[in-house]
């Protein structure tokens, strides 16, 4: 199935076809994402990655503290390079999700098969990781990347390794997650995110699959919760969980 199936597209879709009927004009302000949402009975989750799609179509522009407004109409047919967007990007928040649920559980079966080897590479990728953001270098994020796949490596199973390899592939390549990641103003999240991995390599040098999953899931939870904010400044109580839903509960066992 075409992956324009996917539902925040769906909702990018009707909100093209009330600017392209003229419900919306040039330079109007487009309803608050919660309104949205109740209009077509989805999350606001939802409603963030749609406005993301129009915001790369250049439909519409995103302005931090007042609102989002109509900058274009959409055409009659969309170009190819718009289509192979809608067809081929993920939604940022599906793909975190996706790396949630399946990173948390790589991490518990890394604990149990981790050796001595993949406890100094990964040291070593840490250390990489504090001297990069040293030297002021906020966007690079190689050794980001390595830890976690090293991760999976670390549970001796190439397909594990592969599926990882392949989830960093969508996010460095995903359109929508660079331009939700642009609007970040306050870096200090990356120095949070080095502390998760802190936590993630002591429970992996303890072979704690219990803790390791644990503190995977908390590291992508913070990272969720870092481009949630950013992607709705108009309500800092709005629901952090993806999709508006409880997160899976991790039972201790």
């Known amino acids: 199935m075409p992956s324009a199936n996917r539902l925040y597209q769906g909702i990018g879709n009707e909100l093209k ?5 003229g419900i919306y004009k040039i330079g109007d302000r487009l ?11 989805v999350s606001r989750t939802v409603v963030r990655e749609a406005l993301i799609m129009l915001e790369l179509e250049n439909l519409i522009e995103v302005k931090k503290g007042s609102g989002v407004y109509v900058i274009n109409y959409p055409e009659e047919v969309l170009s190819e390079k718009n289509r192979k967007i809608e067809e081929d990007d993920f939604g940022p928040f ?19 098969q981790i050796v001595k080897s993949d406890i100094i590479e990964l040291r070593a990728i840490l250390k990489k990781e504090r001297h990069t953001l040293e030297q002021n270098k906020l966007y690079d994020y190689t050794a980001d990347e390595m830890f976690h796949i090293t991760i999976a490596r670390a549970t001796k199973n190439s397909i594990l390794e592969r599926i ?5 592939y969508k996010r460095s390549s ?12 306050d870096h200090s999240y990356r120095k949070k995110w080095l502390y998760d991995h802190e936590k993630i ?7 704690n699959a219990i803790a390791a999953r644990h503190a995977m ?27 508006d839903s409880i997160p899976v509960t991790i039972v201790n066992q």
């Not at 995903?174 to 103003?185: E, H």
């Not at 390599?201 to 072979?207: I, R, T, V």
């Not at 949630?228 to 109580?237: A, F, I, L, R």
């Open 17 to 21: 076809l009330l600017l392209k009927n």
């Open 94 to 112: 599906e793909l975190l999700q996706a790396r949630q649920l399946i990173e948390s559980n790589i991490a518990a079966f890394a604990a149990s």
């Open 174 to 185: 995903s359109k929508m997650w660079d331009k939700l990641q642009s609007r970040i103003t």
């Open 201 to 207: 390599l002591q429970a992996l040098q303890l072979k």
């Open 217 to 243: 899931w908390q590291h992508l939870e913070n990272v969720k919760q870092t481009l949630m904010t950013v992607s709705d400044s108009e309500d800092p109580n709005f629901d952090g969980y993806l999709f």
């Open 164 to 168: 990882l390899e392949d989830l960093w």
């Open 31 to 41: 309803p608050p994402e919660r309104d949205i949402a109740e209009t077509f009975s």
